[in-house]
């Protein structure tokens, strides 16, 4: 078994990271730059190194990190969500020099991570994708024509893209010529490759995805799925497990669907396979994320397992603990993203300190969070600061509770997402289970706030008790 893990990310997703090497007696190791001194992650860890004084680049700094774990004793590295988490170098790095790297092998990441390479992947494989470019795009010319064989609209998209960057609909030619070079420098300014491919624009489409679990002895199972359709720029807000748009037969469909894409590429640890699922009932594959994912706690909730422990004894060689037949669910889970924004101001970042944090609780209710009362969130990174996470027996249960909680939870200094969550449940449309990746842009109203808050009242007396205790 493995002993001591570097974790080589920031913020909720380390804490997460932390909190499950405790639970398995191992010794958890962080790192932080200067902006991040104060990180919750910081004090959470066993032990903790300083990266340096730049914020992005101490944590994406591959021979920095590697060198720091062998220097701390460590036999393996878990890189979160974002930051290295993707990048093959650095799976490549960790080999070479014996530290375990917790994710899938060097080549499967770079494979997947190039997504017409991942879509001839699993054409070969059998598994259906959005029609779209067999390869990159090379002229304007050249996807004029491609959009005339595919029919309008069409989405243009970074080839290495991720974070819900790069993607852009075109509805006629004109908008094509105009996005194609947007397109390209945006991939090229947020991921350093200019290369971009087309799809076909799925109309209002759910975003299905099925959570992956594989070892390094042949076995692959799935988790279930988590619907994400409830998105703002194809960015996640919200995320349900199970999705209650589908019936069982389709949920088992796309189950089989993922495991089949797993198996096609020789995966191995956690990963996550995307769908896209039209109005007629037809599944897309998307695209392959090979490792943790935001959204993962969902998922844990209505099955039980700790996604982040498996992943951890998979990269220690052992086999799954589960078949399939023994993965059972219960009841429905949502996870709301707490960003450190305005909704009233176009979602504008909100940084700055919390001068004052409830946490929510009771029956149910999980956050993951990095925040803490006096916490000043940094500028540099983003903007989500905390999960809440609810489970509920029944839908019309989840609803309910998830309401309540987001109004049990207190967020004071920055403006949060909070406010704006609580309009979507009072959706009608949302309560039904009827909703897609249009959403959002549909309801504009989800900013004009009408739910009252009682932790407002409770910060006011708070504010007014201290106030008196010091005599002001
Ligand atoms: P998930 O797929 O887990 O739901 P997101 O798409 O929201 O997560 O991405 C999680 C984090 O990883 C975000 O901070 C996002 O900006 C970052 N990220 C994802 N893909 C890439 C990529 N290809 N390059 C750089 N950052 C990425
Ligand atoms: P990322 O790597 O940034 O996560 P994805 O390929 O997963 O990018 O797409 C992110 C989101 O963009 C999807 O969840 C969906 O809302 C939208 N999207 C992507 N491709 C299409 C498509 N072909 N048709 C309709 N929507 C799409
Ligand atoms: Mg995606």
């Known amino acids: 078994m493995l002993k001591k893990i570097l974790i080589a990310n920031r913020g909720e997703i380390a804490v997460r990271i932390i909190r499950a090497c405790a639970e398995m007696e191992l010794t958890s190791v962080a790192v932080y730059t200067d902006a991040d001194r104060y990180g919750l992650h910081v004090k959470k860890a066993d032990e903790s190194y300083s990266i340096g004084p730049d914020s992005l680049a101490g944590y994406l700094n591959v021979h920095r990190m590697v060198n720091l774990a062998r220097a701390a004793g460590c036999d393996a590295i878990h890189p979160g969500y974002g930051f290295l988490s993707e990048n093959p170098q650095f799976a490549l790095t960790c080999a070479r020099h014996g530290i375990q790297f917790i994710g899938p092998d060097a080549e499967v990441i770079r494979r997947m991570g190039d997504k017409v390479e991942a879509r001839r992947a699993m054409i070969a494989a059998g598994v259906p994708v959005v029609p ?6 090379n002229t304007v010319e050249e996807a004029v024509s491609m959009a005339e064989q595919i029919g309008y609209p069409v989405m243009l998209k970074a080839t290495t893209g991720g974070g819900g960057r790069g993607i852009r609909r075109c509805d006629d030619v004109e908008s094509l010529r105009r996005n194609y070079e947007r397109v390209r420098s945006e991939a090229t300014k947020a991921f350093g490759n200019t290369e971009i491919f087309m799809e076909k624009a799925i109309i209002n489409p759910r975003h299905i995805e099925v959570q992956i679990l594989a070892d390094r002895h042949g076995n692959v199972i799935h988790l279930f799925e988590r619907d994400c359709s409830i998105q703002r720029r194809h960015q996640k807000l919200v995320e349900i ?13 796309v189950g089989e669907l993922a495991v089949k894409a797993a198996r096609a590429v020789n995966y191995e640890n956690a990963g996550t396979v995307e769908f896209l699922l039209d109005h007629e009932g037809a599944f897309y594959f998307m695209e392959m994320n090979t490792r943790l994912q935001v959204e993962h706690p969902v998922t844990e909730m209505i099955t039980g397992i700790d996604i982040v422990q498996e992943q951890i004894r998979i990269a220690a060689g052992l086999p799954l603990r589960y078949r399939q037949e023994e993965i059972t669910r219960r ?13 009233k101001n176009d979602f504008l970042p909100s940084f700055g300190r919390i001068t004052r944090y409830f946490a929510p609780g009771g029956p149910g209710v999980r956050t993951d969070g990095a925040i803490y009362t006096g916490y000043e969130i940094p500028p540099h990174y983003d903007s989500m600061c905390a999960k809440l996470i609810i489970w509920a027996l029944d839908w019309e249960g989840l609803i309910h509770r998830a309401s309540r909680t987001l109004r049990d939870m207190g967020v004071y200094g920055v403006k949060t997402t909070i406010p704006y969550y609580l309009e979507i449940l009072r959706s009608e449309q949302f309560r039904q289970g009827e909703f897609d990746t249009g959403f959002v842009e549909a309801h504009p109203e989800f900013t004009h706030y009408s739910v009252r808050r009682p932790t407002r009242e409770i910060a006011a007396v708070i504010a007014a008790a201290l106030v008196a205790h010091k005599g002001l």
Do not use: H, K, V
């Open 132 to 137: 779209g470019s067999e390869g990159n795009l």
């Open 241 to 253: 497990a199970p999705s209650p748009q589908l019936t069982e037969a389709q949920r088992q469909y």
């Open 331 to 343: 009841g429905f889970a949502i996870e709301f993203r707490i960003n450190a924004e305005d909704p």
